[in-house]
């Protein structure tokens, strides 16, 4: 059973006061969902928020499915985003994912065995005067190289 | 040549600190602007000839101008959604001028009679939005935002609002309907937005380097922005360079300035020497122009609306000789298909088309009829939805498309890339 | 009043009057989707194109209001090519699975084909692949693969029924309608979804492959599931009916609700009905309606005519002089009238029952159109017995002490849960004259004398129910099912010794629907 810490439900009382409409508080709920539940949103935890909310699960639902930042599974603990739109894309981002895959031997989306890692291609974050660059949970990563790319998921434990 | 009034303490690092703002002259127009009549700034802000700078390059006093006298409330949204891809004018402005920002916003608030605004950060920004909430919180401390601001009477709240990871919000109505709580999904026109606009209230929707720019306008008064740009694209514009440039960045020039002089100049020509092949010229959405158009080409919304492409938000992509056309093409309709809503049918299911067609030249199941096709098909989504992703789509079709037929008709015949060559395939 | 010009015709239409209204409104064709005019517009088909003299931009019909002097078409060429185009795109991801489909025949995309299409498709790519049969509970299954997205059932749930069940998630040719978590779509209201569905994307599980739709033709009636009255159309063929929908009135706007979709099933002979038969759900069918006159006394069983049943029946109330009458408010106002006349010249009007059920609920009102009395007709049976002075009396231990009891029982026989104790209680006269459609719930064992005379439902007869606010509303006979079956009129004018004359019902076409008037040709 998927629950909000303490904490987690007093902030989404708050956010439930904070805008016109209470409504406006499903995006930063969801957020908060996915800080607690390992960085992705189940379908129990939209149900558990339709309640606590009073927000019909379906519309939560559809605001959920819409953004591409809520995870629909599992993803490892790192999230590593690897831009592919033009820019990047021009530096080598595609060829680089497949570095990353082909060594951690796992698809996109998927996380890796030891729980560490999972990788998707993503459209631009608006870094393109840094291009090759790649966003690892919150934090981006600029100016990449290969090799530098490899040496940075190596580091991360 | 550059002429920095946005960007011209970029360098500065605390300048994105209250303390440091105030240090380089910040929140000394607002206490000016709060002195004038709301009306007055709106006339000067028309007579500044300023233009949207998210993408639509509509006149901003104009369109302030449309809000209905019914005595609703009124919201001012800043569209922080910044999206199209290659643009990142906007998150270098929150994270290094926030309360620039801030200031522009209040002073256009003021203008505008509204109590209440959002800034609309996409989610992905989640530095810039840090940077923003804190200046924020800065601005209500000292009294710049609050009731009775700097004892003018005047009350303004302001808040920010994290998007969660859709293109679409960057659209003003999209926006809303996120920020409501909802799908981002454009809504219908009319009403605009200045009529019924967040909670079917009278809204004004503008981009952070619109209301950023508002400040410089009343600091300096209209004539003299206007002497920046040209008769019809007043001011200076930011623009994002990337691409095969060796310098790429944000560059602040006059409207009007020389396509190819940006290149050349501040951004240190092409990388490795190589040829310049082409450029696209205001985000993915512009259609593209070659190296021959470019040389003609300035930047200002008219000459290249002449050119059959558009200003747009102010990126520009720089491509040299080694770019296969077919493959950009691939990535940039992979792009709208993953970001249309999905609401209106020759969108959704053209987006996926036009990609699914890209797709098959490079995996050989394209005939040659399928260029038509393509073309065709990317024609009848234009100008058939409610909002401008389809056109968005569709555009760059109708840019690569013809202007590179060749690179599409050789990935056909030959199934490899002409430009990249069959070791590449 | 705004004056416009419609493809060359002039038309005078109210300030606020959108331009597919005032299509509409002179039954112009116009090719559309997600517009409904219950709902709020959605504007996303992108189907209603039409071009306005002075702007070069073609605009929704849907979203666009008429303004005066404004002149409209939608027969230019570049109406046509958006419209062309427009179903292309609807089609290029839909399954195409036309022939296990159970809204082909009555299918938007079918439809708007046939009128603007028959070309060759241009997809050659691959289709994206979506669920297809998800079951949604016990009333619909949803087929999202031929969803077109138009978000009608979306704003329905939304907007009309407010049980926000739907949603439509993902974005893009990824967009899915459905439920969250697969949760059932059970509302009240919920078959309405279907009717509103364009397409075979909501299917209704109680109609779905029973009939081609192209068999089947409709014709307008009331509901008789409760007081409200709900317009609706009945669709049959000669077996029976096969379903009921709504239709367009100020009484119930475009809905109905779910319950009294139910009623078609008291006309029909057979009913299929699904039985759990060691586990699994089977279909069988079940005899439903009373077809011919039955004596049965005891446990012997007669079969009559029912001309000769009444001729008999006629001989013997010669010798009665004191009966009752049980009424239910099932029949219409013509019924009432010659029943309760001839009950006043043969018996005095006296001893006169009100067959009620649940009466504490009547006043029960859901805020939309379900109201707690599941009769259609007790206003009008109320003032029938005001008109001719008859007092009616509720308590049936009264009734054992007369001799013969007249009963014009319930013609949806499951919306009176007393049935059973009422037959027992009537089996103690001397003789039940029971004037039924279907067949009544006798056990086997139970002792007494009934005769049972074969009435006509609601889609065999003509007539005038008042709802509950005392609103006449007349319908007419859809087909008749039963041969055997009279109405009570008929019925009274025997016992009078009058002859019979015979209604031949009006023909009418096979089915039509929304999209388009006129259907293409082959």
Known sequence: MFELSTQGQEFVKKELQRYE????????????????????????????????????????????????????????????????????????????????????????????EDGRFTFTKVECLGACDKAPMMQINEDYHENLTPESARQLLKELK | MEVKLLSEHYGDDNFKTLEGYKVKGGYEVLPKALKMKPEEIIAEVKASGLRGRGGAGFPTGVKWGFLPNNGETRYLLCNADEGEPCTFKDRMMMEKAPHQLIEGMIISAFAINSPKSYIYIRGEYTYAAKVVEKAIKEAYDAGYLGKNILGSGFDHDMDIYRGAGAYICGEETGMISSLEGKKGQPKLKPPFPAVQGYLKKPTIVNNVETLAAVKYIIRDGADSYKKHGTEKSAGTKLFSVAGDVNKPGNYEVPLGYPLLDLINNECGGIKEGRALKAAIPGGTSAPIITAEEIEKATLDYECLAEMGTMLGSGSIVVMDDTRCMVDMMKVISHFYHHESCGQCTPCREGTGWLHKLVSSVIDGTASVSDIDLLCEVANKMKGRTICALSDAAALPVLGIVPKFREEFEFFIKEGYSKVKGRANA | MLKCTINGKEVEVNEGTSIIEAFKSLDEDIAHYCWHPGLSVAGVCRLCMVEIEGNPRLQIACNTLVTDGMVISNQSEMVKDAVKWGLDFHLINHPLDCPICDQAGECGLQDQYMKFGQYDSEMGQQKVKKKKVVDLGDKIVLDSERCILCSRCVRFTEEVSKTNELGIFNRGDHSEIGTYAGKPLNNDYAVNTVDICPVGALTSKDFRFRQRVWFLKDKPSVCTGCSTGCSVDVYFNQEGLWRVKPRYSEVNGYWMCDEGRKIYKSTNVMNTEFVGVRGEKKAVKVQNRLTQAIHRKDNEVDYFLTSKALENLREDLKSVDKAALVLTGQYTNEEYEALLSYWKSQFKGENVFHWTNHEENWNDFDGLLIRGDKNPNTKGLQSSLEKHGISVEKDFSKLTQLTHVFVAGPENQWVYDDINTKVDIFAKAQKVIWFSAGLVPVSEDLIGNFLFIPTKTFAEKSGTFVNFEGKEQSFEMVESFVSQALSLTEIVSVLQGDSLTWHKPEQVERVHNEFVHERGTM
Not at chain 1, 37 to 62: C, H, K, Q, T
Not at chain 1, 64 to 74: D, E, L, R, S, V
Not at chain 1, 89 to 99: D, Q
């Open chain 1, 21 to 112: 409409t209470v409504e406006s508080a499903i995006i930063p709920s969801l957020y908060q969902v996915q800080k607690e539940n390992d960085g992705w949103v189940s379908e129990e935890a939209i149900g558990y928020l339709s309640d606590f909310m009073g927000i019909p699960a379906a519309r939560i639902n559809e605001v959920f499915h819409f953004y591409t930042m809520f995870n629909k599974k599992p993803v490892g603990k790192y999230h590593v985003q690897v831009c592919c739109n033009v820019a990047c894309a021009m530096a080598g981002t595609r060829e680089m994912t497949k570095t990353f895959l082909d060594e951690y031997g796992v698809k996109e989306g998927e996380v890796t």
